[in-house]
C-alpha cells in the first residue's frame, strides 16, 4: 500500500471551511494508506515553509505526493513543491481544484508547464477542467471527481411555502455573496417572508461588506460564520433552495452535497458548472451577476412543484455516482500502479 505525503490548506481549525485534503486523506487513510499532510499554519509563508519542510523530510519515505492545485496564490505553493518533487525524483499528482486555472494556463504558460507537464498525473474533478487542459495540450489528466459518502446524505421532505433561501461557501469576491444579498431583495419583494441564510467564513473582508450591503437594504439574513459539516447539513434541513453566486467555479463540493440533500439548485452558469448541473434538468443556471434571472428560476421551483421534484431526484441520482464507494476505484488505479 502507497505511502501518500498530502499537500493542501488543511485548515479546518482556521478561518476556512473544511478543504478537500480533509475530506480525501480521511477516505485514503480509510483504504489502509499512509497519509502525511502538510499544512495546517495559516499564516501563508509558514505554510509554504512546512511543506517544504515536510517534503525533504519524508522524501524517502513516501511513495507519491498530492497536491491540491488553486488558481490564484495558492498556485505557488504547487509550483514549489512540484518543482521540488522533480528534484527528489518523487512521482505527484496536482489535484485541479481552481475554477480560474484556465486563465493561469493562459497568462503563465511557462510555470504552468513545469507543474502540469512532468505530473504523473493531472487529476481533475470536473469534465471542464480536464477538456480545457487537453485543449492547452497536457495529455496525462484523468478525471476523479470530487467525492461524497452518499449514506451521510439523507433528504428531507421541506415545505415550498415560501423561499427559504441557503448560501454555503467562503465570503470572498470571487464567490460573488453580495449577489445573495441582492437576489434576496428581489424575492423579499416577491415572497415577503422568504429567508436566506450564509454559511462560511471570511476569506478577505467580504463578510463585512456583504452584512452592510444587507444592514444598508434593511434585510434581516442569518450570517452563521464558519460551521462544520454536521453543522451545516442540519441546518440544511431549514431551508428549501440552494443559491451558487461565483463568478469562477470548478465543481464545488458544497453544490455536490445540496443536490444529495435534495435542495434543488440554482446556481450561475460559470466554469464547471454545467458539466455538474444541467440546467433545467437537475437545477438552474443563470448568468453572472444577473439578479433578475436569479431570481426568476428561484420563482420557477417555488411555482411548479412537478419539474421540482423531478430535478431534486434527478440530481440526487446524478451525484450518487461520485459515492465514494465508486471514486476509490479511480483512486487506486492511479496510486497503485507502477509508472516509473
Not at 23 to 31: A, D, F, H, S
Not at 108 to 134: C, D, G, I, Q, R
Amino acid at each position: 500500500m502507497k505511502r501518500i505525503l498530502y499537500i493542501g490548506n488543511k485548515l479546518e481549525k482556521k478561518n476556512s471551511n473544511v478543504s478537500y485534503i480533509s475530506v480525501l486523506g480521511r477516505l485514503l487513510e480509510n483504504q489502509g494508506y499512509i497519509v502525511h499532510y502538510a499544512s495546517s499554519y495559516h499564516n501563508k509563508l509558514y505554510r509554504a515553509l512546512h511543506m517544504i519542510y515536510k517534503l525533504c523530510r519524508l522524501r524517502k519515505k513516501v511513495d507519491v505526493v498530492l497536491i491540491d492545485t488553486y488558481s490564484t496564490q495558492n498556485f505557488y505553493y504547487a509550483l514549489i513543491i512540484s518543482q521540488l518533487c522533480r528534484v527528489f525524483k518523487l512521482k505527484y499528482i496536482p489535484i485541479l481544484h481552481g475554477g480560474n486555472l484556465p486563465s493561469r494556463l493562459a497568462s503563465n504558460p511557462k510555470m504552468s508547464n513545469m507543474v502540469f507537464k512532468h505530473a504523473t498525473y493531472n487529476v481533475s474533478p470536473s469534465e471542464y477542467l480536464k477538456n480545457t487542459f487537453e485543449e492547452f495540450g497536457f495529455n496525462n489528466v484523468t478525471y476523479i471527481p470530487n467525492t461524497i459518502e452518499i449514506e451521510n446524505y439523507q433528504q428531507q421532505k421541506r415545505d415550498f411555502n415560501t423561499p427559504k433561501l441557503l448560501w454555503v461557501r467562503s465570503f470572498s469576491k470571487i464567490y460573488n455573496p453580495k449577489m445573495a444579498i441582492k437576489v434576496f431583495e428581489s424575492i423579499k419583494a416577491l415572497y415577503p417572508n422568504a429567508e436566506l441564510c450564509m454559511v462560511g467564513p471570511d476569506s478577505d473582508g467580504t463578510l463585512l461588506e456583504t452584512k452592510e450591503l444587507a444592514q444598508y437594504l434593511n434585510l434581516n439574513v442569518s450570517f452563521t460564520g464558519k460551521l462544520t459539516k454536521d453543522e451545516w447539513i442540519a441546518l440544511s434541513i431549514q431551508y428549501n433552495i440552494f443559491i451558487n453566486t461565483t463568478n469562477f467555479d470548478n465543481t464545488p463540493l458544497s453544490v455536490i452535497e445540496a443536490m444529495a440533500l435534495g435542495l434543488p439548485i440554482v446556481s450561475t452558469n460559470v466554469g464547471g458548472m454545467p458539466y455538474l448541473v444541467e440546467h433545467n434538468r437537475d437545477g438552474f443556471l443563470v448568468s453572472p451577476n444577473q439578479v433578475g434571472e436569479m431570481t426568476k428560476a428561484i420563482c420557477h421551483i417555488m411555482e411548479h412543484p412537478e419539474n421540482r421534484e423531478n430535478m431534486i431526484r434527478k440530481a440526487r441520482s446524478k451525484v450518487e455516482q461520485f459515492d465514494w464507494i465508486n471514486v476509490k476505484t479511480l483512486w487506486t488505479e492511479i496510486l497503485e500502479q507502477d509508472n516509473s
